[in-house]
C-alpha cells in the first residue's frame, strides 16, 4: 500500500547521508566486513528515523527482485537484448521510502536507480 499523496518533505542532507549508508553497507557485504560495522549503521539507520506522524525514512535494497514495467519505484537501465523475465543485478541508489514498515503503508521518496537483466542472461553467464 502506498500513503496518500501527502507533499512529505525530506532534508535533501538525510537522502545523501541514506545514500552513503547504503554504499558503506553494500561495500561492507561485498569485502566481508559487515559483521563488524552492522551494530554501527543500524544506529545510523535508528537515529534517522523521523517521527513525523508516525512515519519513518528508510531505505531498501532492491538487489535480486524482479523486475516489471509496472513498478514505479525504481528507474532501469536494461542490461542486454532480452527483456523477460527481468532481475536487478546492480543498485547505484537505493529506493527512499517514507512511512510506516510494520502497516506496509509507505510513499517513495527516492526512485531507486538500477540496472536489470533477464534471469536467462545470468544462467548464460553461470
Avoid: C, W
Avoid at 80 to 105: F, M
Amino acid at each position: 500500500m502506498i500513503l496518500d499523496n501527502k507533499n512529505i518533505s525530506v532534508d535533501k542532507k538525510i537522502i545523501t547521508i541514506l545514500n552513503q549508508l547504503f554504499e558503506i553497507e553494500r561495500k561492507s557485504k561485498e569485502n566481508g566486513h559487515l559483521d563488524k560495522i552492522a551494530r554501527n549503521i543500524e544506529r545510523i539507520k535508528s537515529a534517522l528515523i523521523q517521527d513525523n506522524q508516525s512515519g519513518e525514512i528508510f531505505y531498501e535494497d532492491p538487489t535480486g527482485e524482479e523486475y516489471s514495467e509496472t513498478r514505479n519505484d525504481l528507474e532501469v537501465h536494461i542490461v542486454g537484448e532480452n527483456t523477460q523475465d527481468l532481475i536487478v543485478v546492480d543498485v547505484i541508489k537505493p529506493i527512499i521510502r517514507y512511512g510506516n514498515r510494520q502497516l506496509g503503508l509507505t510513499q517513495v521518496i527516492q526512485r531507486g536507480l538500477v540496472s536489470v537483466t533477464s534471469k536467462e542472461n545470468i544462467k548464460d553467464e553461470k
